[in-house]
């Protein structure tokens, strides 16, 4: 896992490497909920499923939206 950090994707279109399998957290830029992600896609044909996994993060996403209070 990443660890706090966070890859910022701030326009429209914008895209980030994952490695297959690794845990990465997504944070909306609106209301600051985060999400660990978890992606396998494990020799996949073209049109084949990828399975992604999501999991509500509650403690950084309270740490997150405390930050926001306070840059207010």
């Known amino acids: 896992m990443r660890g706090d950090h966070f890859t910022q994707l701030t326009k429209e279109n ?3 490497e994952i490695r297959n399998g690794e845990t990465f957290r ?10 660990d992600v978890e992606v396998w896609a494990e020799k996949l044909p073209d049109g084949a499923p990828l399975v992604i ?10 740490d997150r939206r405390k930050l926001k209070e306070k840059k207010k």
């Open 53 to 62: 996994y999501l999991r509500r993060n509650p403690r950084l996403t309270k």
């Open 14 to 16: 914008d895209s980030a």
């Open 26 to 35: 997504l944070a909306c830029c609106d209301c600051h909920l985060v999400h």
